[in-house]
């Protein structure tokens, strides 16, 4: 937006000043005229009009005669946030009924470049656990969801090529050839299994989400310490996470053929 020369307002009190134009559109109240905006927000005239013309300029708003709403501009800007808001309460649900049909941690995963970030748990009951929080971030070549993004998402491989591939454990996959293989045994059965790969005493299946667009969305699954989970439960585990990310799909739209 352009800067507004008025006295040598700094940026923080014009983006204030924005801040209380934007406030004055609601649900209630979606389209204000100008001498509404200037009266709810008590701001010289001159000023919230320079700023709400600004604004049009910039697509923070449109005009209608003389009523304004708030712009496709911001609308386009703000959909990804809302989007991923939508993900996590329709994903949610299915989290926690996995996490109560198994009894482990459930997780959904996204990706940013070469790592996979939590944005949504459903923790486990028992005593025994590995902490699984939102917000959390893990390498991608590390774990079952990483393996996911490496199966289903065409420009995971890319984000992690020339980046260091940590050795945590003796379990850890050393070279893309080991995550390229990981990667094919994971699209032919639909889930991947990993244990011992990030930590000695922890272990994780997931799955692939699509969204209503085909597009991967994320990778949904379990994280459990070894003690309780191990490779002989992967037979019976698998498919129910499988079927968990299939649930989650269909929530977000998707319509494609069964992995």
């Given at each position: 937006?352009?800067?507004?020369?008025?006295g040598?307002?700094?940026?923080?009190?014009?983006?204030?000043?924005?801040t209380?134009?934007?406030?004055?559109?609601?649900?209630?109240?979606?389209?204000?005229?100008?001498?509404?905006?200037?009266?709810?927000?008590g701001?010289?005239?001159?000023?919230?009009?320079?700023?709400?013309?600004?604004?049009?300029?910039?697509?923070?708003l449109?005009?209608?005669?003389?009523?304004?709403?708030?712009?496709?501009?911001?609308?386009?800007?703000?959909?990804?946030?809302t989007?991923g808001?939508?993900v996590?309460?329709?994903?949610?649900?299915?989290?926690?009924?996995?996490?109560?049909?198994?009894?482990?941690?459930?997780?959904?995963?996204?990706?940013?470049?070469a790592?996979r970030?939590?944005?949504?748990?459903?923790?486990?009951?028992?005593?025994?656990?590995?902490?699984?929080?939102?917000?959390?971030?893990?390498?991608?070549?590390?774990?079952?969801?990483?393996k996911?993004?490496?199966?289903?998402?065409?420009?995971?491989?890319?984000?992690i090529?020339?980046?260091?591939l940590?050795?945590?454990?003796?379990?850890?996959?050393?070279?893309?050839?080991?995550?390229?293989?990981q990667?094919?045994?994971?699209?032919?059965?639909?889930?991947?299994?990993?244990?011992?790969?990030?930590?000695?005493?922890?272990?994780?299946?997931?799955?692939?989400?699509?969204?209503?667009?085909?597009?991967?969305?994320?990778?949904?699954?379990?994280?459990?310490?070894?003690?309780?989970?191990?490779?002989?439960?992967?037979?019976?585990?698998?498919?129910?996470?499988?079927?968990?990310?299939?649930?989650?799909?269909?929530?977000l739209?998707?319509?494609?053929?069964?992995?």
């Amino acid at each position: 937006m352009a800067a507004e020369n008025n006295g040598g307002s700094s940026p923080i009190l014009v983006l204030h000043k924005v801040t209380q134009i934007l406030n004055c559109f609601s649900i209630e109240a979606p389209d204000p005229t100008l001498q509404e905006i200037i009266r709810r927000t008590g701001l010289p005239s001159s000023t919230c009009q320079r700023l709400v013309q600004n604004m049009v300029r910039e697509g923070f708003l449109d005009r209608d005669g003389d009523r304004y709403r708030i712009g496709i501009g911001l609308v386009r800007w703000a959909t990804p946030g809302t989007l991923g808001l939508d993900v996590v309460r329709l994903v949610k649900p299915i989290l926690q009924q996995l996490r109560d049909d198994t009894g482990e941690s459930a997780c959904f995963y996204v990706r940013d470049g070469a790592f996979r970030t939590i944005v949504a748990v459903a923790e486990t009951r028992h005593v025994v656990m590995r902490p699984f929080m939102v917000g959390q971030v893990m390498p991608m070549h590390a774990g079952a969801a990483g393996k996911i993004f490496l199966a289903f998402d065409p420009e995971a491989r890319s984000a992690i090529t020339g980046s260091p591939l940590t050795k945590f454990t003796p379990a850890t996959p050393g070279n893309l050839a080991d995550l390229d293989r990981q990667a094919e045994e994971t699209r032919r059965q639909g889930f991947a299994a990993a244990f011992g790969e990030r930590h000695s005493d922890v272990g994780s299946i997931s799955a692939p989400v699509f969204d209503h667009a085909g597009q991967l969305a994320g990778a949904l699954g379990l994280g459990f310490p070894t003690q309780r989970v191990g490779p002989e439960d992967v037979d019976l585990l698998g498919p129910k996470v499988a079927e968990a990310a299939r649930s989650a799909s269909e929530a977000l739209g998707y319509q494609g053929p069964s992995i």
